[in-house]
């Protein structure tokens, strides 16, 4: 275990656990799916597509460390930039209508 985390790879309990937080965060994803299709509001549900992104780009991290890869964390950092813009984008398309929208 000591040794190995100087080099940057994970031992099978930490692979164990990141296992684990990876069916966690998957699960986290499915029930945010919910307020998503069905939210009483368009600002509930961008707010419920926000929370899916997160969880994403945190299983591609999750997923970085899995497989040591570091691309993914290339993909990562777009995806989220990319998660970011869209917000921006919904935000001011909700700013424009005059409001949230039922």
């Known amino acids: ?5 100087i080099h940057g790879k994970l031992d099978q309990e930490d692979n164990r656990m990141t296992n ?15 307020p998503l299709l069905k939210g009483p509001t368009i600002p509930d549900r961008i707010v419920a597509a926000n929370a899916v992104g997160i969880m994403f780009f945190s299983l591609i991290i999750l997923l970085t460390l899995l497989y040591e890869a570091d691309i ?31």
């Open 1 to 5: 275990m000591g040794n190995n985390r």
């Open 20 to 34: 684990i937080v990876i069916i966690i965060t998957i699960l986290s994803a499915m029930v945010m799916f919910i």
């Open 72 to 102: 993914f964390l290339d993909i990562a950092l777009v995806y989220a930039i990319l998660q970011f813009v869209d917000i921006l984008v919904m935000a001011k398309y909700l700013d424009r209508k005059g409001g949230p929208i039922s």
